[in-house]
């Protein structure tokens, strides 16, 4: 009989240490008990070096958040410094940033199915079109081509500069001219790419430092400039024609040291969110860069943020003190508050999921 409770004294003790709740009403699943379906995937990048880096997913059906899924699944660590993270179809593909590649899962279970390697320093992944996606890069000037068929590097497209993130419209890419950490050349121009022919078509100039770009419902292309590292230049917000490519609009911000990034679009695809200390929403029509902010973020270690393409809602990533886990604040669209998600080490990035 005594036997018998202690084993039964067991199981609780490690049901419970494989589901715990957390302090914000989510449960927390640190098995390897991952369950896809409707909701989002957590990029958190880890430390620099350390190779911590994590991908946890929020079932929201579930009201469940499943803990570092690319560990629990594949029994090794994903990687140093996942940055972002695209679903095509079936698959998941995580740019792991320091480790130079990119992991292919299949969303289903989890499992790796590739190791794409050989970039010099990847950002983002953009599927172009069934075949193939282009992959932006701070090191190298060149854009890379992935074939989606064969998991592997079909070639590259010489910019001239290093890029970062990007959007598409009528067939062309055009890619954030960001930094000119390892290259001489100015980082104030948007690359555009011919995604048919996979060649380099022309620079647009913009503000330096353009951080971030979203296609708006009338297929316009929308690029935040932080103005540089040193603050050389107002910060500026541009709206760009994705056919002629002319600048149609150009809003500068009220001080030089603002710092404005994180650029992201509503889904209706007419009101713009974007981050400078607080989050800020703006409509398409204005011609001002608006003063009063949708949500006040306080004293968070904001890491940027996220808009859900379907409901709206806003959810923020605090990197807390950079060394233990993060928290993802969650908003409505109206900038009220909801609850927060407790995710891993600097959370940078979250990819939704409406399979």
């Known amino acids: 009989m005594k036997q018998s409770l202690y084993i039964v004294f067991l199981l609780i003790i490690i049901i419970c240490s494989c589901n715990k709740d957390n302090d914000f009403g989510e449960q927390v699943d640190s098995s390897s008990g991952y369950h896809f379906g409707a909701g989002f995937f957590i990029v958190n990048e880890g430390n620099f070096n350390q ?200 809003l500068k911000f009220p001080e030089i040291a603002s710092n404005p990034g994180h650029l992201t679009i509503n889904p209706a695809g007419d009101s713009l969110l974007f981050l400078n200390n607080d989050i800020f929403i703006m409509d398409l029509e204005e011609d001002a860069i608006p003063l009063n902010s949708l949500i006040s973020l306080d004293d968070k270690v904001v890491n940027g943020f996220s808009s859900d393409p379907v409901d709206g809602k806003i959810y923020v990533y605090n990197a807390v003190n950079y060394q233990q886990n993060g928290l993802v604040h969650v908003y409505n669209r109206d900038g009220e508050f909801l609850k927060n998600i407790e995710v891993g080490i600097i959370p940078g990035y979250i990819s939704f999921s409406q399979p």
């Open 51 to 250: 190779g911590n880096g994590s991908v946890y997913f929020n079932n929201s059906v579930q009201n469940k958040v499943y803990e570092n899924i690319f560990l629990q699944k594949n029994g090794r660590p994903l990687g140093d410094v996942p940055l972002s993270m695209s679903l095509i179809k079936t698959m998941g593909y995580i740019v792991v940033n320091n480790s130079g590649k990119i992991e292919v899962v299949e969303l289903d279970e989890f499992l790796s199915v590739a190791a794409i390697e050989g970039f010099p320093s990847p950002r983002y992944l953009l599927q172009v079109d069934q075949e193939k996606a282009y992959v932006s890069d701070l090191k190298s000037t060149s854009m890379t081509v992935v074939d989606l068929k064969s998991n592997e590097i079909a070639g590259t497209i010489e910019c001239g500069k290093s890029t970062d993130r990007m959007v598409m419209t009528s067939d062309k890419v055009f890619a954030c001219n960001w930094s000119a950490y390892y290259n001489n050349e100015e980082n104030n121009t948007i690359s555009v790419i011919d995604g048919i022919n996979d060649d380099f078509i022309e620079y647009i100039e913009v503000t330096k430092e353009p951080n971030s770009i979203v296609l708006d419902k009338n297929q316009n292309i929308w690029v935040l400039c932080s103005g540089g590292f040193m603050n050389e230049e107002i910060p500026a917000l541009y709206c760009i024609d994705g056919n002629s490519h002319a600048i149609l609009k150009k």
